[in-house]
């Protein structure tokens, strides 16, 4: 059986889980926390780069900040969304106040963006807050 390497969002610990359709129980061998949370995880340059370089599914960023108001009506859609791909796609927040560093690196000039990674290699995005189904096919255009 294939497998594919995910990063656990509790421990950061790179875990080769086999390659499924769905998923309905899977816990991380390192922190034995379950890898199908799919709360959108807020990350770092560090926690960033080290998905990149080591989680081989599709990741959406989401960079946002706080003062930005469709940035934060889209943060429930963005949530809900995340809850339809357990373990199949990672939910990242990017907060670009914090983390000024990745929203340079990317050259986002409006937010909120979302940006679908694979690989370290950007695959699409789209700026504006999108509601949940719009977000959601979005995201099974490139899974
Ligand atoms: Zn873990």
């Known amino acids: ?5 995910v990063v656990c969002p ?4 790179v875990n080769a889980i ?8 899977a816990a991380c061998g390192h922190c034995k926390n379950s ?3 799919t709360k959108p995880l807020s990350v ?21 900040a706080p003062w930005c108001g469709p940035c934060k009506s889209m943060a429930p859609s963005f949530e809900e ?4 791909f357990p373990l199949k796609a990672q939910f990242i927040k990017i907060n670009t106040e914090e983390v000024q560093q990745l929203g340079s690196r990317f ?12 690989n370290n290699h950007i695959v699409d995005q789209f700026s504006g807050a999108l509601p949940t189904p ?8 490139h899974l």
């Not at 926690?47 to 960079?63: G, K, P, Q, T, V």
């Not at 969304?81 to 339809?84: F, I, K, L, T």
């Not at 719009?134 to 255009?141: G, L, T």
């Open 81 to 84: 969304a995340a809850r339809s």
């Open 18 to 25: 086999p390659l499924k359709e769905s998923y309905t129980k």
């Open 107 to 118: 050259g986002i000039r409006s937010i909120p963006t979302v940006i679908a990674f694979k």
């Open 35 to 37: 890898l199908l949370d």
């Open 44 to 64: 770092d340059v560090s926690s960033f780069d080290r998905l990149m370089l080591n989680d081989e599914r599709l990741i959406l960023a989401d960079f946002w």
């Open 134 to 141: 719009q977000i959601i096919a979005f995201v099974k255009k």
């Open 10 to 13: 509790h421990c950061g610990g």
């Open 1 to 5: 059986m294939s497998k594919i390497n």
